[in-house]
């Protein structure tokens, strides 16, 4: 692992990391287990991740961990999905705080259960000035309603006079989304082999690299994160540009 970590460029670590954290259930199917199995065993997947994003010096890490899509889902795995996050967060808050990770959720946390969000209050107000790693959990999160909501809030403040038409701009609407303030993620990750965004982020992923891998959730560690970051610093980025414009820059 030393010897693969001497292969990331210094210069070139991505500032914000998103993951889309797929394959839980086929995981644990594949182990003969319950798919809550799985779930259990991707906690100790998000604790490595994030230890090794301080170990590389990532800044901010957004993991899609409930889609309001995922109301859907048998209400058997719903339930065990929410007493499992009760419980990730009142285990690893003190650890979290300890290593100066600052705890913060996008999404409608509104609609979970009373002791989610006791519990994601008390963490995110405990870490709240921790400023070595941004962790964003996306919890009941749909880009869709987000941005509806951004345009909403807008036609609202130009309804009302305090803006005009004309000041409707990107940054304005990057404002009024649940990221503001956080720097659009330099890479997206999908484990499992699924190649879709499936409504996560679509405003912040313009520019994005995309890196899809069929490793499920459960087995993706520190390797295979290290592998993903690697294949993203061999990635031109040229926004628009051709790559003799870049060169021209160096």
Same mark, same amino acid.
């Given at each position: 692992?030393?010897?693969?970590?001497?292969?990331?460029?210094? /210069?070139?670590?991505?500032?914000?990391?998103?993951? *889309?954290?797929?394959? =839980?259930?086929?995981?644990?199917?594949?182990?003969?287990?319950?798919?809550?199995?799985?779930?259990?065993?991707?906690?100790?997947? !998000?604790?490595?991740?994030?230890?090794?994003?301080?170990?590389?010096?990532?800044?901010?890490?957004?993991?899609?961990?409930?889609?309001?899509?995922?109301?859907?889902?048998?209400?058997?795995?719903?339930?065990?999905?929410?007493?499992?996050? !009760?419980?990730?967060?009142?285990?690893?808050?003190?650890?979290?705080?300890? #290593?100066?990770?600052?705890?913060?959720?996008?999404?409608?946390?509104?609609?979970?259960?009373?002791?989610?969000? !006791?519990?994601?209050?008390?963490?995110?107000?405990? /870490?709240?000035?921790?400023?070595?790693?941004?962790?964003? %959990?996306?919890? #009941?999160?749909?880009?869709?309603?987000?941005?509806?909501?951004?345009?909403?809030? %807008?036609?609202?403040? !130009?309804?009302?006079?305090?803006?005009?038409?004309?000041?409707?701009?990107?940054?304005?609407?990057?404002?009024?989304?649940? /990221?503001?303030?956080?720097?659009?993620?330099?890479? %997206? *990750?999908? /484990?499992?082999?699924?190649?879709? $965004?499936?409504?996560?982020?679509?405003?912040?992923?313009?520019?994005?690299?995309?890196?899809?891998?069929?490793?499920?959730?459960?087995?993706?560690?520190?390797?295979?994160?290290?592998?993903? $970051?690697?294949?993203?610093?061999?990635?031109?980025?040229?926004?628009?540009?051709?790559?003799?414009?870049?060169?021209? =820059?160096?």
């Amino acid at each position: 692992m030393t010897n693969l970590l001497t292969q990331l460029e210094q /210069t070139n670590i991505p500032k914000h990391v998103a993951f *889309i954290m797929d394959g =839980n259930g086929r995981w644990a199917k594949s182990q003969g287990q319950h798919r809550l199995f799985g779930h259990a065993e991707g906690v100790l997947s !998000v604790k490595e991740i994030i230890k090794t994003a301080r170990e590389i010096g990532i800044q901010y890490l957004t993991m899609y961990a409930f889609s309001t899509e995922n109301w859907n889902r048998p209400a058997e795995e719903v339930a065990g999905l929410m007493d499992l996050l !009760v419980q990730a967060i009142t285990n690893e808050t003190d650890e979290m705080h300890e #290593n100066g990770v600052r705890l913060m959720t996008i999404g409608d946390i509104s609609a979970l259960p009373e002791s989610c969000v !006791v519990s994601l209050n008390e963490a995110t107000h405990k /870490t709240r000035e921790n400023t070595n790693l941004t962790l964003v %959990l996306a919890l #009941n999160y749909s880009a869709r309603s987000e941005i509806t909501s951004a345009c909403k809030r %807008l036609a609202e403040e !130009v309804k009302s006079g305090l803006i005009s038409l004309d000041q409707i701009t990107e940054d304005s609407i990057s404002e009024k989304l649940n /990221t503001s303030g956080i720097p659009d993620p330099e890479l %997206l *990750i999908r /484990t499992s082999g699924e190649c879709r $965004i499936s409504n996560f982020l679509l405003w912040q992923l313009s520019y994005t690299e995309l890196y899809f891998t069929p490793v499920h959730w459960p087995d993706f560690r520190k390797k295979e994160f290290v592998n993903a $970051i690697i294949a993203y610093q061999q990635r031109e980025r040229r926004f628009g540009k051709i790559s003799e414009q870049l060169n021209d =820059n160096k």
